[in-house]
């Protein structure tokens, strides 16, 4: 019976912890929209002439994301700023693309909305010249239905999406939200062309945005690493390099144990959906051991190629010849850096006319189509 009161006041202390928690979000929430409602009937006095004859801005504590909004309608500016502003977001409007490009020289956005159909300046040449000045901001076309296929064309000049009219305010935060889900995505899996030396435990994650060699360890040129452990057995795996412009891994064809391999030949294989790439032996020996643990547990690659997450050890028996072919410390960055140069011609004369501006990212390779797939690992994994 004791028991049984003890357990129902634990369940009760908890629900209400719970109503608490519940109870200050809402009060919380409240609090905050009036606030934020406050700001948006707020008349500020400041002089924006010198910026923008129409400039109206609404700014917010702490903004979800920064935007312009340029349309030559009233009605939808005073739209965006009463449905976005209310749902945190800093709103400048300006009814004109002239006025829209003198701002984004001198300030900072994360969004360009602008209608398609404008006096003067169209949502077209506000799209060609936001991506020219600030690749950076994320262009969408405000659009009727009779020119949504010149809104869909304005994506080839960099926009990110359109956004129809008329629209319901349900509509426009949805589309928001998912306009700035898209975005943060976007630039947590852009890559740096750096490459630096590392020391890092097994348990550490590399920066996703750069590409790292850990102290010690030998790079192939087909980006197979491999590590000489006191034993004189070689772990071996795959380089960060390969990693991060492949992105998923979604199995991996592991050698033979006791496996008798040649330096340059194919050692083991990695496979994305119905492609593989193969990758060659960075020594020549016996397979040794295979790391079970790492196939059935892929998803840890995506913190570390390195340390622990070897793929297989070879007893390796020309060590002597074969490891000055290998690159390590200064050499092996050396090697990243020419291999990143590289890499950028290659893809982007792949995907010349797709996009307006370039970026590496994590897992670029997973959207080419398999000919382009293949060539391109082919070139820089197949060696």
């Given amino acids: 019976m004791a028991l049984l009161l003890v357990i129902l006041a634990v369940i009760a ?13 809402i009060v919380n929430e409240k609090k905050l929209r009036k606030e934020r409602e406050a700001i948006l009937h707020e008349s500020i006095n400041i002089d924006f002439g010198k910026e923008a004859k129409s400039l109206k801005r609404t700014e917010v504590p702490n903004p979800k994301a920064k935007i312009i909004c340029v349309d030559d309608e ?67 076309i405000i659009t009727g239905f009779a020119t949504v296929e010149t809104a869909v064309e304005c994506m080839k000049y960099g926009a990110m999406d359109y956004v129809q009219k008329p629209f319901t305010e349900d509509e426009l935060l949805e589309f928001t939200k998912k306009s700035l889900i898209k975005r943060h995505d976007r630039i947590q899996k852009q890559l740096k062309p750096r490459v630096h030396i590392t020391h890092l435990t097994e348990t550490e994650k590399l920066n996703i945005g750069e590409f790292a060699i850990p102290g010690g360890v030998f790079i192939s040129e087909g980006h197979a690493w491999a590590s ?102 200064k050499n092996a960055v050396t090697f990243y850096q020419e291999e990143i140069e590289r890499y950028i011609k290659q893809i982007k004369e792949i995907i010349k006319g797709e996009e307006s501006e370039f970026h590496l990212y994590w897992g670029q390779l997973e959207n080419l189509e398999e000919k382009e797939w293949y060539m391109i690992t082919g070139e820089f994994f197949g060696r």
């Fill in 228 to 329: 000489v452990s006191q034993d004189g057995t070689v772990k071996v795996g795959i380089d960060d390099f390969a990693k991060k412009l492949i992105g998923q891994i979604d199995a991996i064809e592991l050698p033979n144990l006791g496996m008798s391999v040649s330096k340059g030949q194919p050692l083991f294989s990695v496979r994305q959906g119905k492609k593989t790439i193969t990758f060659n032996s960075p020594v020549s020996g016996l397979v040794a051991k295979i790391n079970y643990e790492l196939a059935d547990n892929l998803i840890a690659l995506n913190f570390s190629t390195y340390e622990k997450n070897w793929i297989c050890s070879i007893d390796a028996d020309k060590l002597d010849s074969e490891l000055i072919q290998l690159k390590i410390g």
């Fill in 13 to 25: 202390f908890i629900i209400i912890d719970i109503v608490i928690r519940v109870a200050i979000k």
């Fill in 74 to 140: 009233d009605v939808i500016l005073d739209s965006f700023r009463k449905i976005l502003v209310l749902d945190g977001y800093s709103i400048d409007t300006v009814s004109s693309g002239e006025e829209a490009i003198n701002l984004i020289k001198s300030h900072h956005y994360d969004f360009c909305f602008t209608d398609l159909k404008m006096p003067e300046m169209d949502g077209v040449e506000v799209t060609k010249t936001v991506k020219h000045l600030r690749p950076d901001i994320d262009v969408i």
